[in-house]
């Protein structure tokens, strides 16, 4: 695997490093060892699923609150997404600042997102899936958010929203 840090400290792009042949390609996903190596909670507490529908489906900004707080490993694993994490580490140099990144089936990229990030993504096809690697478990009480369309962040979204959840527009503003 091959480890390229973001221009937000902790947050790395993680593309493949695939042996090939004539059958195809095996490549690793994930490595404790490396993760470690890199500094990244490579602790692995569920894992999730997200199916989407429809191209411009939108979910997120989402994180737990501390000591909730959880860090993903996010791969798009049909179709293609618009990725975006935001800084909200109070204390980061980076803080409230966004960095966005495309993954899909084609540069089979994964995102590393650290805890006291929030996350959200984009479908940019039809019928896309994305598995996320958690670091903790999922606790209702500790769920977070704030709108896409925050105008603290104004995040760039590259479709208009078809599909959001009541849940996603109900969020208040991050200030």
Request: proline share 7%; hydrophobic share 40%; charged share 20%.
């Amino acid at each position: 695997m091959k480890f390229t840090e973001t221009p937000l400290p902790g947050a790395f792009i993680i593309d493949l490093e695939p042996h090939q042949d004539e059958r195809g390609f095996f490549a690793r996903t994930f490595c404790v060892r490396e993760f470690w190596e890199h500094g990244l909670n490579s602790t692995v507490a569920q894992c999730n699923l997200s199916s989407n529908l429809k191209a411009g489906t939108l979910r997120g900004m989402h994180f737990q609150q501390p000591p909730l707080s959880e860090a993903k490993l996010v791969r798009c694993i049909r179709g293609a997404i618009h990725d975006v994490v935001v800084d909200l580490r109070p204390q980061s140099a980076t803080y409230r600042r966004q960095f966005a990144v495309e993954l899909n089936t084609v540069n089979r990229r994964a995102l590393f997102v650290p805890a006291l990030f929030a996350h959200g993504f984009q479908t940019l096809m039809d019928n896309t899936e994305v598995e996320y690697q958690m670091s903790e478990a999922y606790v209702p009480e500790g769920a977070r958010g704030f709108r896409y369309d925050d105008t603290s962040f104004a995040i760039r979204w590259p479709l208009p929203v078809s599909v959001i959840s009541e849940q996603d527009l109900s969020w208040p503003p991050f200030s």
